[in-house]
């Protein structure tokens, strides 16, 4: 049985794993590595098997920090994400999405990928902070670049793509044997069919199946916002389902500003490496730089420009649209659906069954947001 760098925490030193799923290619893993990788995996392979696209997700702390397909990047987005003129595969741009819809959570992510491991996304990998990847294979020269990788100490896992798991799994709390039937319902575009206010056009329902399976395999409670084939915001495991929406909701404020031509237009020294300038982006748009903070970044800067003002926001804010917003259970109430309206949201995929769901298919109504019942539960933990 292959042993494990330790369990959760480094003085839970006895930890170890059995399976034929997967393999340790590089790297030695940690307990979080694993269900970072296996949940990973899920979540792409079947974000691919459902949309027809390569796709990744950059997970923390078994949840996803962000997931996308491998579409092209518009030219603001190349620029948000740091990627220039960069040749990118349809796998790598997966990639280059997932960790830029959250790139303060995704420092120091677990990478997963649905395709073999191309050269370009592993010349990609190559530059940026991560703990490990998993993946369904290499192609020629890949794995010895990522083993290369935090001076050898770079994990990864490979997957067997064939594998199929049994249809009852167990886990063990406190002595206590706890066995279910897997979740392995396939979310599929048919899932959208209930419509109950509004229309859905293709790429609303692409976008609603994407945050669908994205929540599938991310803790409980959560939200997710999706924009163009790409998480731009997720809220997990949160007690009160409407802190999910308004914690997404605010990163989707913090993406969208990301392209703000003030945010774009900030002028970093040469010495400033990429992942510091994402940094500083990221705090300048949150606008509550510290006093020790507000002088690095000048020090970082030829220019820093005068902070985004309220009104500014505002007005930047209001012109995003078309956001899909998905939830794992159902919406209880209608101020989730007050809070989602303030993120561009034109589309909402949830379970249904609440005892307002009058209610809150008035506040969509109100608010011009298609709402489709899924009549699926999609509690992860």
Same mark, same amino acid.
């Given at each position: 049985?292959?042993?494990? $760098? ?24 940690? #307990? ?24 990744? =997700?950059?997970?923390?702390? &078994? ?9 092209? *990047? ?8 740091? &990627? ?19 790139? $303060? ?7 997963? *990928?649905?395709?073999?491991?191309? =050269? ?46 049994? =249809? ?35 790429? %609303? ?10 929540? $599938? ?8 916002? %999706?924009?163009?084939?790409? #998480? ?54 949150? +606008? ?20 985004? +003002? ?17 939830? /794992? ?32 298919? /008035? ?12 009549? *699926? ?5």
């Amino acid at each position: 049985m292959p042993t494990l $760098k330790y369990g959760c925490n480094p003085h839970q030193a006895q930890a170890a794993f059995e399976s034929v799923a997967v393999r340790v290619r590089n790297g030695a893993p940690s #307990m979080i590595n694993m269900l970072d990788a296996l949940n990973g995996w899920q979540l792409v392979s079947e974000l691919a098997d459902a949309l027809a696209a390569p796709a990744a =997700a950059s997970f923390k702390h &078994v949840s996803p920090a962000g997931a996308a397909l491998g579409m092209p *990047l518009s030219d603001d987005l190349r620029r948000v994400y740091e &990627v220039g003129d960069r040749d990118l595969s349809p796998l790598a741009t997966a990639y280059v999405r997932a960790r830029g819809a959250d790139p $303060k959570s995704s420092f120091g992510d677990f990478v997963a *990928l649905s395709d073999p491991v191309d =050269a370009a996304t592993a010349g990609y990998l190559k530059g940026v902070v991560s703990d490990g990847l998993v993946a369904p294979g290499f192609e020629e020269g890949t794995l010895a670049t990522l083993a290369a990788k935090k001076n050898g100490a770079f994990v990864v896992i490979e997957t067997d793509p064939d594998y199929r798991p049994p =249809a009852v799994e167990s886990r063990e709390v406190f002595g206590v044997a706890l066995t279910q039937e897997r979740n392995n319902r396939r979310l599929r575009l048919e899932d959208l069919d209930g419509v109950v206010c509004g229309e859905l056009d293709e790429q %609303a329902k692409r976008n609603l199946l994407l945050a669908l399976v994205t929540l $599938k395999y991310t803790q409980s409670n959560s939200i997710g916002y %999706a924009l163009e084939g790409q #998480m731009i915001g997720i809220g997990a495991g949160q007690q009160s389902r409407v802190d999910c929406t308004k914690l997404a909701g605010a990163k989707v404020d913090v993406w969208h500003l990301s392209r703000h031509p003030k945010v774009l237009g900030i002028g970093f020294r040469p010495s400033v490496r990429r992942q510091e300038r994402i940094n500083w982006r990221v705090r300048y748009i949150e +606008g509550d730089l510290t006093p020790g903070e507000q002088a690095e970044f000048a020090e970082a800067t030829v220019e820093p420009g005068a902070p985004l +003002g309220a009104a500014e926001r505002a007005s930047w804010i209001a012109g995003l649209d078309g956001v899909a917003l998905a939830s /794992d259970g159902f919406i209880p109430f209608r101020d989730n659906i007050d809070h989602a309206a303030r993120h561009g949201v034109s589309c909402i995929a949830q379970p249904g069954g609440s005892a307002r769901d009058a209610e809150v298919a /008035d506040a969509c109504r109100e608010h011009g947001i298609a709402m489709v019942h899924t009549g *699926l539960r999609l509690f992860h933990h």
